[in-house]
């Protein structure tokens, strides 16, 4: 049966970000993805890195993506993005996917008119379809991440805990406070996803500590650990819930849903539903992160 968005509100756009490769973003956008899907959400995955690793870890590798409009197409205003979007093995999990077209995008949009906001106005056709649409950006800070962050309500951050973790984080915010004062006032901020994290070292647990010293709430309890299924369900174009349900990279993406959902409650509540005057504040305000502060923040 088709899925249908359950919610009020126009689909709520989250970009997962962070210029660094290799820290999780794609893991995290199509395994929270299905997560939310699988709680019974509408949910769209944009694939906009020109690798096109998120199509392909969602069932659409390179040719499937190649034989029909990407991403890219939408972009420059060849087709509508409704005419890119395909359906994955999961119902109500739906991606646009990319291919190496996409690298064009970035060159042939330079002189285009407001070239930021390509991606704003291909998904105002879509938005409402949606329960939330999750953009897996590319590994730096250029013109897609740029349209990426015009276009989104919000970004996630993920981060490997790894040493140089927090390197690179200045400039990020940096970014996003160029986009606040220019292309997207509204922009917020979903949060702190810590990746890769391996128990067994004390560095991992450090680097735990350090960014929730920094970081407080806007840093999610659910954690990702380093589990090798995890990497191994991408390259069967499957996401964890498919591949090993027991695995405990599976039960970290299906809490880490739960707690994105608690988070985003208030905005998910029928807006019809009259609020009791002096009622206590709900889950979603407690749990609701401190503003991100680029002042304290490029400090670390
Ligand atoms: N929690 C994890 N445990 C083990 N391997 C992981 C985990 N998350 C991601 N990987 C693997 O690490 C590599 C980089 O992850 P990816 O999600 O592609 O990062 P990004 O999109 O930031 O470049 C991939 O090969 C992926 O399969
Ligand atoms: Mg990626």
Known sequence: MEKTAKIAHPGKMVALINQKGGVGKTTSTVN???SLALADRKILVLDFDPQGNASSALGIDRQAASSGPTIYNALIGEVKLSETVRPTEVDGLFVSPANADLTGAEIELVTAFAREMKLKAAI???????DYILIDCPPSLGLLTVNALTAADSYLVPLQCEYFALEGLSQLINTIGLIRQSTNPNLKEEGILLTMFDGKT???NQVVDEVRKHFGEQVYQSVIPRNVRLSECSSFGKPIMLYDVNSKGCSAYLSLA??????NQQLEMPATIPTMAGEAPGLATKVTPPPFNP?????I
Not at 295 to 299: I, P, S
């Open 32 to 34: 929270l993805a299905a």
């Open 124 to 130: 105002a056709e879509v938005k409402d379809q949606y």
């Open 202 to 204: 004390n560095l991992a």
């Open 258 to 263: 739960n707690e994105f959902l608690a988070r």
């Open 295 to 299: 002042a304290t923040a490029a400090e």
